[in-house]
């Protein structure tokens, strides 16, 4: 079963995102219909100003196919940061959720655990009571 990830920021993600969320129109009540495209180089310029914003926050994205074993993960890790632009990679495991006292979270619908990303490798217990 497949239950490693890896989670981050690239910039061909930041730059795809910033593509798919930037406007190819402006409102201008001047023009007819009260909409005018925005020419390209205007708008690749946005693009990029949005791409460096995505860059530096703190949103991140999955990155990577499931592996295996965390050994995977780190090897895309590697590879990742020799060949891109990249920021906060970080491995994830499939797990159950559980909260801050490290009781499973159930789903009050369907009476069964919820499963979702948490880090790896997980904090030994010392270290949240620590944290709490």
Known sequence: MS???VFGMTIDVATAEARK???GTRKNLKVLGGVEP???????ELVRKRTEKIMGGATVRQLSPMFDAPQYAEQFIELA???LRCRDLRIRA???LVDAKNKPIINPKTKAPKV???E????PLEQQEQAA
Not at 38 to 44: R, S
């Open 3 to 5: 239950t490693f990830a």
């Open 21 to 23: 969320k930037t406007s």
């Open 38 to 44: 925005i020419p390209e180089a205007e708008w690749l």
């Open 81 to 83: 940061r020799k060949t």
């Open 94 to 96: 499939k797990a159950v």
């Open 116 to 118: 979702g990303f948490s």
């Open 120 to 123: 790896w490798p997980p904090k």
